[in-house]
T-cell receptor
Framework: KAGVTQTPRYLIKTRGQQVTLSCSPISGHRSVSWYQQTPGQGLQFLFEYFSETQRNKGNFPGRFSGRQFSNSRSEMNVSTLELGDSALYLC??????????????FGSGTQLSVL | AQKITQTQPGMFVQEKEAVTLDCTYDTSDQSYGLFWYKQPSSGEMIFLIYQGSYDEQNATEGRYSLNFQKARKSANLVISASQLGDSAMYFCAMRGLYNQGGKLIFGQGTELSVKP
């Protein structure tokens, strides 16, 4: 069974641009979560989607948005990029809603560099 | 609010020896779950082990075991018989069982280096 696939693996953008990251969950998984990882702030929750609905959102500005499609694939978008948005963006999927002991399975991430 | 604290930024262990990675947590939830993930240099977060707050026995998964002390709010990861491939970042995380819509709270991580 294929794991969580994130594309692209690396991305370089300049300030003010926008970017879209893609995540394909494990087949059959209906929940997708996104996390931002930086050396200073560590791993921070961005949002979770289940059945195309956003269930929860972290403490990030409105420039960060996401969506989930009917096939459970998800995209996240960051508009008006800032230098501080440089980070590893990790996507995780789970079979059911991410509560309880539901394990998250992560992809290898997209490394975004904003110049 | 929930918080995870990992006080060891980096650790070294000799190959084939056991090592304990510390994790303490703070939460007002009565029911919660604790997770450990491994992140090699490739970036992917790999699930290692889970412990529920009401589980009476400590969780074990192969060479990984979790030393859960609820009163002390600690959930230390024990890796037995370390291997070179265990060199990676290790993250402790938690989640309330009935709320917070899937959000995992992570600690800052511990970088483990296994020496041959």
């Amino acid at each position: 069974k294929a794991g969580v696939t994130q594309t692209p693996r690396y991305l370089i953008k300049t300030r003010g641009q926008q970017v879209t990251l893609s995540c394909s969950p494990i087949s059959g998984h209906r929940s997708v979560s996104w996390y931002q990882q930086t050396p200073g702030q560590g791993l921070q929750f961005l949002f979770e989607y289940f059945s195309e609905t956003q269930r929860n959102k972290g403490n990030f500005p409105g420039r960060f948005s996401g969506r989930q499609f009917s096939n459970s694939r998800s995209e996240m978008n960051v508009s008006t990029l800032e230098l501080g948005d440089s980070a590893l963006y990790l996507c995780a999927s789970s079979l059911k809603k991410g509560v309880g002991n539901e394990k998250l399975f992560f992809g290898s991430g997209t490394q975004l560099s904003v110049l | 609010a929930q918080k995870i604290t990992q006080t060891q930024p980096g650790m070294f262990v000799q190959e084939k020896e056991a090592v304990t990675l510390d994790c303490t947590y703070d939460t007002s939830d009565q029911s919660y779950g604790l997770f450990w993930y491994k992140q090699p240099s490739s970036g992917e977060m790999i699930f290692l082990i889970y412990q529920g707050s009401y589980d009476e026995q400590n969780a074990t998964e192969g060479r990984y075991s979790l030393n859960f002390q609820k009163a002390r709010k600690s959930a230390n990861l024990v890796i037995s018989a370390s291997q070179l491939g265990d060199s990676a970042m290790y993250f402790c995380a938690m989640r309330g069982l009935y709320n917070q819509g899937g959000k995992l709270i992570f600690g800052q991580g511990t970088e483990l280096s296994v020496k041959p």
